[in-house]
């Protein structure tokens, strides 16, 4: 049995999984074996993979989306740790070996993220090249779903935690992609404490994205997080609160860049409906009519 267990969901991913899948396999941590789950692919992801060597298991299912493919990893392996890693992102060689040894120094605390590096696919040679010394950023660690609430510090890629809390949590939600991820891990630091490696260790790849994509039809973020508000309430199990100036700004910016986006490219009706309850309700009610303005502007005239 290893002691880690990388769980990389992957759907057409033959372009980046060799270089993601590199990246685990130059770990300094001996103790690992990595997870692909073939998520219904249609291109060589799944050959790529096996071809990288016998730490590399592949298990392959019928496509059913980001969720439901970790759902199956982290059930289909029996590691003490289990890591997340995206089939784009890559990690740092040292990552795991110092996530196990904050894990270890601290078995009270059952989750271990890092910070990350925003990432446009060029060269990783420097960032793996450059030494880390694994020191803890304590401001995020401990009891964190007083910030988590706010916005999702930790990055899938860079989270690791133990099975033990797997089985006493279970399973992601398969429900929204855009959120299922973030309800996980703020349920999880309702119930466990956690770790923050202050140094960078994941490279985070943005893709190019389409200004006619479909836009969503609902705010699946804004009302997740009222939805775990709801669950779990306003402050972490050791009473610290959340900053209500700081969820307020959050929940301003969620909701009118939702709206900002339909006026000037999608359903203007859903648009302006937002923009009407935050021009009623506030706060902001200055900056909301001008963005509702510049809005309306990009949309009579778009950039070419």
Not at 78 to 95: Q, R, T
Request: glycine share 6%; with cysteine.
């Amino acid at each position: 049995m290893p002691r880690l267990s990388v769980v990389i969901p992957a759907y057409n991913a033959a372009a980046f999984i060799e270089e993601t899948i590199l990246s685990v396999l130059q770990s300094t941590c001996p103790d690992y074996e990595v997870v692909v789950i073939d998520d219904g692919s249609t291109d060589s992801t799944a050959a790529i993979a096996r071809a990288l060597g016998p730490r590399v298991r592949v298990v392959s299912q019928p496509n059913a989306g980001m969720s439901a493919s970790r759902n199956l990893g982290m059930a289909a392996t029996d590691s003490e740790f289990i890591a997340l890693l995206d089939s784009d992102d890559v990690w740092h060689p040292e990552k795991s070996r110092y996530q196990l040894a904050a894990l270890d120094a601290h078995p009270d605390h059952a989750f271990c993220f890092t910070d990350f590096d925003v990432w446009n696919g060029d060269s990783a040679g420097r960032f793996h090249a450059q030494p880390r010394v694994g020191a803890l950023d304590m401001s995020h660690s401990g009891w964190i779903y007083h910030q988590l609430i706010i916005t999702n510090w930790a990055l899938p890629s860079s989270v690791m935690f133990r099975r033990t809390a797997y089985q006493a949590l279970g399973p992601m939600l398969c429900v929204d992609q855009q959120t299922d991820d973030w309800e996980y891990l703020v349920r999880a630091s309702w119930n466990y404490k956690f770790l923050k490696l202050a140094e960078s260790m994941v490279l985070y790849r943005q893709h190019a994205t389409s200004l006619s994509r479909k836009l969503a039809s609902r705010n699946s973020g804004e009302l997740m997080r009222e939805s775990l508000i709801s669950r779990f309430g306003l402050s972490s199990p050791d009473g610290t609160p959340v900053d209500p100036a700081e969820l307020e700004a959050w929940r301003y910016q969620g909701w009118s860049t939702f709206a900002d986006a339909h006026c000037a490219r999608g359903n203007l009706k859903t648009g302006l409906d937002v923009f009407a309850r935050l021009l009623r309700s506030g706060p902001n009610r200055a900056e909301s009519a001008k963005r509702v303005a510049r809005s309306m502007a990009r949309r009579v005239f778009p950039k070419r």
